[in-house]
T-cell receptor
């Protein structure tokens, strides 16, 4: 069964450092997303990406965040200068159609720990 | 008021019993509704979509009440493997391409 894959599974970084979280969405999917979940809290939307541009972003997704689809398969989330409060599980997701009409498949997540 | 609210639980359920719980949403212009399941420290996985007329998938039944702005999930004949956090997820019409998650309802099925 096709799946969304994320690397690394766990990333530890020092405050102020840049991190890049990587995702390979399901190959025929057109919509890509990043969500995050702080430990013990709900899953929060960060950004959606369609047709090589951001289609929606939340208040959390400020100037320190950026997304890129550098080639036909990868979808990355960059955090430029990490803060302690960025520590969370980051989930990449993809869907074939827009989310009202189809299932969103989530990757297994990258646990980011900022120290 | 939160956009999507759930009773966090936990709901302690004897194996074989039935458990039901609700989720309320704040925006009447909501479009699509889902129940996702999340195991501890794992990714959310779609359990079922929720249709206006209500729908069933094996032991799971979902209902939508647009007038009162809630959805429900009922699990019959609970199995130990049903122990998980159940996430109520809404795609709000005006929000575009994103899903809004509730905080989850934790269910613990015990022998």
């Amino acid at each position: 069964e096709p799946e969304v894959t994320q690397t690394p599974s766990h990333q530890v970084t020092q405050m102020g450092q840049e991190v890049i979280l990587r995702c390979v969405p399901i190959s025929n999917h057109l919509y890509f997303y990043w969500y995050r979940q702080i430990l013990g809290q709900k899953v929060e939307f960060l950004v959606s990406f369609y047709n090589n541009e951001i289609s929606e972003k939340s208040e959390i997704f400020d100037d320190q965040f950026s997304v890129e689809r550098p080639d036909g398969s990868n979808f990355t989330l960059k955090i430029r200068s990490t803060k302690l409060e960025d520590s969370a599980m980051y989930f990449c997701a993809s869907s074939e159609l827009e989310p009202s009409n189809t299932e969103a498949f989530f990757g297994q997540g990258t646990r980011l720990t900022v120290v | 008021r939160k956009e999507v609210e759930q009773d966090p639980g936990p709901f302690n359920v004897p194996e074989g019993a039935t458990v039901a719980f609700n989720c309320t949403y704040s925006n009447s212009a909501s479009q699509s509704f889902f129940w996702y399941r999340q195991d501890c420290r794992k990714e959310p996985k779609l359990l079922m979509s929720v249709y206006s007329s209500g729908n069933e998938d094996g032991r799971f039944t979902a209902q939508l009440n647009r007038a009162s702005q809630y959805i429900s999930l009922l699990i019959r004949d609970s199995k130990l493997s049903d122990s998980a956090t159940y996430l109520c997820v809404v795609n709000f019409y005006a929000a575009g391409n994103k899903l809004t998650f509730g905080g989850g309802t934790r269910v613990l099925v015990k022998p």
